[in-house]
């Protein structure tokens, strides 16, 4: 069962298998089919043909055999008339008689002869036998003959009616059984009864008054010259295939007793007997048999008919029949050969349906290939071209046609999910920087808010103190004048007073400077960065040395910058003072100076000043250019970062810091050679600029 379910399973699979079976089907099912029906009416055909060939052959058989038995009557008719029997009955019956009636029995190939007279009775006897005084007018043809009709029958004579007649005809009779197997059992030893073609005629005198009765026969038993003859007719030479051998035989009863039929030495049949089959066909049944059957030692297309004496009795068979053998392998070889060109046919028409079959099958595999293969992924795949121009040739140019669109349309579509990929990306960059410039705006709304505030209320301060402090200082001098050297106690205290009033100013101009950075800017030229920094030094080298600080330079800058000089002195000095601040036990303070150009090429110097301080911590790191900010709890104003921010971003530069808590802190100013003024010095500039620089640790 599981078997058959493969095979149906691969049947349905495979286009291959399929296009086989429909091609070889008809072969291999056909081709037996018809063997089996060539076979079969062959055979039909064939023994049709024999048995028709068989009928005709005994009747050939039947007419010699009538016309055997007619020249018999013939001749006693012809003896019955002539002058010599009528010169005999002239005479009295005399020894001469016997001799005369033996001569004539001779010459016509009678085995017996008798002249009777009118009752029957007999007169004299050919050989001159002395038969009983008895009349012979129990045999029918006799009694024929002595109504004045001649007869001619065939008879079986008792075995003492041959003895009587001629005791040579007595042994010619005897025949010895043999035994057969398919016969019939039987208990005699011998057949004794003779089969005697019988005739009679009457003899008439001048007035035609029946006078005698002339009786004779011949013998059939032994008697070849009949059966030879018969076959001689029946089987011409060259009647039969090469090979067979027509047999004729004449039956007594069921008894061979004239045949051609050999035994195994060549010697004639005689006393065999047929088989039972036949026996009961034909002599029982009476009817004629056409048939195979196996007459003594071979198989034999064979023809009986009975033959009945003159009392229609049947007394024994006539046979005809050839030896089938040769008709037999005739047939055979005929069957193999038409097998084996079948066989031929087959095997040719198989390999042709192959080859044929291929070349369907083959576009249809190699496209399923293909379509395996696209469906892993290999878009490249491709039929091909094939040999093929039909419609299977045309579908696999098709099916590529529509694979190279299928492919055209996928890069196409690629290409569109490229673009629209690097679209989304550019508009979401995009967004995200408009989304930056949005919360930088409204930090900066919320700081400017804040820082304008801040300006007016530090201005509105500023000026209030100002004047003041200008009051202290100026009557501290009137005092310290009018006092003259009486004030020499309190100098100390006075100094100190005009020192901490200048602290005040200072302070609140830093306030101003802060808040409207504009009234303090002063005019820019081109400076030497790489001086400004030497001065710086000199001016904080008493700083640096107190606390025992390395300083290390590397002042590579080239050119100029456009800026205003103590501006750009104040920003430098403010970030050495806080790098010195940040190492109260010592370090390594680095200055740099080089030639840079920004991003967009614009040409500039680059300053550098880094120390190795506590560094900043990164939560300060937003917040140290804000004002105020500062971490120096009491010494600081946080505006020092804050002003340098400012300043810097007026002339279009950058100020930039980067820093490893515990490792100290870099600051990094970048200044174009030419100055980029893109603000005037009133409010709501001053606002949008620190703005844009507040909570940010770069500008
Ligand atoms: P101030 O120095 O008056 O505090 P600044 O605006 O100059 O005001 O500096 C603000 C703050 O930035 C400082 O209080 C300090 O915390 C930090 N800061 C500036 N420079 C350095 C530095 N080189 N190392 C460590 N911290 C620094």
Wanted: with cysteine.
């Amino acid at each position: 069962m599981r078997r058959r379910k493969s095979l149906l399973d691969t049947l349905d699979q495979s286009v291959r298998t399929k296009l086989l079976a429909l091609v070889l089907a008809p072969l291999l099912i056909g081709v037996p089919v018809l063997l089996a029906l060539v076979w079969t009416w062959g055979n039909q055909a064939y023994h049709r043909l024999l048995s028709f060939k068989i009928g005709s052959d005994l009747v050939t058989a039947h007419e010699y055999f009538d016309r055997v038995q007619q020249g018999v009557g013939a001749d006693l008719q012809a003896l019955a008339s002539s002058v010599p029997v009528g010169a005999l009955l002239a005479r009295p019956v005399e020894p001469a008689t016997a001799d005369a009636l033996h001569g004539m029995a001779v010459a016509r190939g009678l085995d017996f002869l008798h002249l009777l007279d009118h009752d029957g009775k007999p007169l004299a006897s050919a050989g001159g036998r002395h038969l009983p005084s008895i009349s012979r007018a129990s045999w029918a043809v006799v009694d024929s003959a002595m109504g004045g009709a001649p007869r001619t029958a065939i008879e079986l004579f008792p075995p003492a009616d041959l003895a009587v007649i001629d005791p040579a005809l007595r042994r010619r009779a005897h025949l010895p059984l043999v035994d057969t197997p398919a016969a019939v059992p039987e208990d005699r030893n011998s057949e004794d009864r003779g089969m005697v073609i019988h005739a009679a005629a009457p003899v008439f005198d001048a007035f035609g008054h029946l006078v005698a009765v002339l009786e004779g026969g011949v013998m059939l038993n032994g008697n070849l010259a009949i059966v030879d003859r018969i076959n001689a007719i029946v089987y011409r030479e060259g009647s039969l295939p090469l090979g067979s051998v027509g047999t004729a035989t004449l039956f007594l009863g069921d008894t061979r007793i004239a045949t051609n039929v050999r035994l195994f030495e060549g010697e004639r049949a005689l006393g065999t007997r047929v088989s039972r089959a036949v026996r009961e066909h034909v002599l029982e049944g009476g009817r004629v048999w056409q048939d195979t059957a196996f007459v003594v030692n071979d198989f034999y297309v064979s023809g009986y008919e009975p033959i009945e004496d003159s009392a229609g009795e049947r007394i024994g068979m006539l046979y005809v029949g050839f030896l089938e053998a040769p008709f037999r392998h005739a047939r055979t070889w005929a069957m193999g050969a038409l097998f084996a060109v079948f066989v031929v046919i087959s095997i040719g028409g198989t390999v042709l349906s192959l080859r044929f079959a291929r070349t369907v099958f083959r576009p249809i595999e190699r496209m399923n290939a293909v379509i395996q293969r696209v469906g892993a992924g290999d878009a490249d795949a491709r039929v091909g071209p094939i040999a093929s121009r039909d419609e299977l040739g045309r579908l696999a140019i098709e099916f590529d046609h529509l694979l190279d669109t299928l492919a055209a349309k996928r890069e196409e579509l690629q290409r569109w999910a490229d673009e629209l990929d690097s679209k989304v990306a550019e508009r979401t960059a995009e967004l995200a920087e408009a989304n930056e410039i949005l919360r930088r705006a409204q930090q900066q709304l919320v700081m400017s808010e804040k820082l304008a505030a801040i300006g007016e209320l530090t201005a509105g301060v500023a000026h209030e103190i100002n004047n003041p402090v200008a009051v202290i200082q100026g009557n501290l001098d009137v005092l310290n004048d009018v006092l003259g050297p009486q004030a020499e106690p309190v100098r100390e205290e006075i100094r100190l007073i005009h020192q901490q009033a200048d602290r005040i100013r200072q302070i609140v101009t830093k306030l101003l400077q802060f808040a409207r950075p504009g009234e303090f800017a002063g005019y820019a030229e081109n400076v030497a960065v790489n001086a400004v920094l030497a001065d710086c030094v000199l001016l904080t080298r008493h700083n640096i040395d107190k606390r025992r600080i390395e300083l290390v330079q590397a002042l590579d800058a080239s050119g100029t910058v456009e800026i205003n000089r103590s501006e750009l002195q104040q920003v430098l000095i403010n970030l050495i003072v806080n790098a010195v601040q940040a190492m109260p036990e010592g370090g390594r303070l680095s200055l740099a100076t080089e030639d840079r150009e920004d991003e967009g090429g614009q040409p500039g110097i680059l300053i550098r000043v880094r120390d190795t301080g506590q560094g900043i911590a990164s939560e300060h790191l937003d917040r140290i250019f804000d004002p105020f900010f500062t971490t120096k709890k009491g010494s600081g104003t946080g505006l020092g970062l804050s002003i340098s921010y400012t300043i810097i971003e007026r002339y279009g530069g950058r100020i930039h810091v980067d820093s490893t808590p515990g490792e100290g802190a870099e600051f990094s100013v970048w200044l174009r050679r030419e100055a980029h003024f893109d603000d005037a010095p009133n409010a709501p500039d001053f606002r949008a600029r620190w703005a844009s620089g507040a909570g940010k640790h770069t500008a």
